[in-house]
T-cell receptor, first 110, second 113 residues
């Protein structure tokens, strides 16, 4: 069983579109995160979400919004996509001090 | 500014060799430091986590050390194998909840059979 899963694995879209990436975890962890990994492999935290408390990295544009329908899911919505949004987006959870990462969603904005 | 640097950016070694990967951080007020492995096209897998009060952690052929005063951590891999080939990332957590986590840019390791 995959502990942290993401869909889709690949996403190719046009500038200006709105898209969502889904994340699901079966670990029962309370805290989930979204990370962005750019073309230089630099990984940066975007959001952390714990018991309905959202902590946002101040550098993240407000076009990005996480939404958690339940404890096992944290989806990422992106409005008005831009070329610079092209990256790999990782969902992660936290349990016992360790983070568990999903396989990533590779987003390409044309 | 909290920066995390990993040197070298890439490393190629013959199978069986022992090797050391380095991670340096500018702010020593850390909560913990974690080493991850990332395989091509995959997510990150946690290898070792060191709390700020600890000096080292070991798992199998891996040993990670932490020296807060000098702002350094090392990941030692003994008797390297081709399956160890991957990118290794260190991540410094300053908050205890990963709200303020800074990743290094990674060291890409290739172990040649």
């Amino acid at each position: 069983d995959t502990a942290v899963s993401q869909t889709p694995k690949y996403l190719v879209t046009q500038m200006g579109n709105d898209k969502s990436i889904k994340c699901e975890q079966n670990l029962g962890h309370d805290t989930m995160y979204w990370y962005k990994q750019d073309s230089k492999k630099f990984l940066k935290i975007m959001f952390s979400y714990n018991n309905k408390e959202l902590i946002i990295n101040e550098t993240v544009p407000n076009r990005f919004s996480p939404k958690s329908p339940d404890k096992a899911h944290l989806n990422l919505h992106i409005n008005s996509l831009e070329l610079g949004d092209s990256a790999v987006y990782f969902c992660a959870t936290r349990g016992q001090e360790t983070q568990y990462f999903g396989p990533g969603t590779r987003l390409l904005v044309l | 500014k909290q920066e995390v640097t990993q040197i070298p950016a890439a490393l190629s070694v013959p199978e069986g060799e022992n090797l050391v990967l380095n991670c340096s951080f500018t702010d020593s007020a850390i909560y913990n430091l974690q080493w991850f492995r990332q395989d091509p096209g995959k997510g990150l897998t946690s290898l070792l986590l060191i709390q700020s009060s600890q000096r080292e952690q070991t798992s199998g052929r891996l040993n990670a050390s932490l020296d807060k005063s000098s702002g350094r951590s090392t990941l030692y891999i003994a008797a390297s194998q081709p399956g160890d080939s991957a990118t290794y990332l260190c991540a410094v957590d300053y908050s205890g909840g990963y709200q303020k986590v800074t990743f290094g840019t990674g060291t890409k390791l290739q172990v040649i059979p």
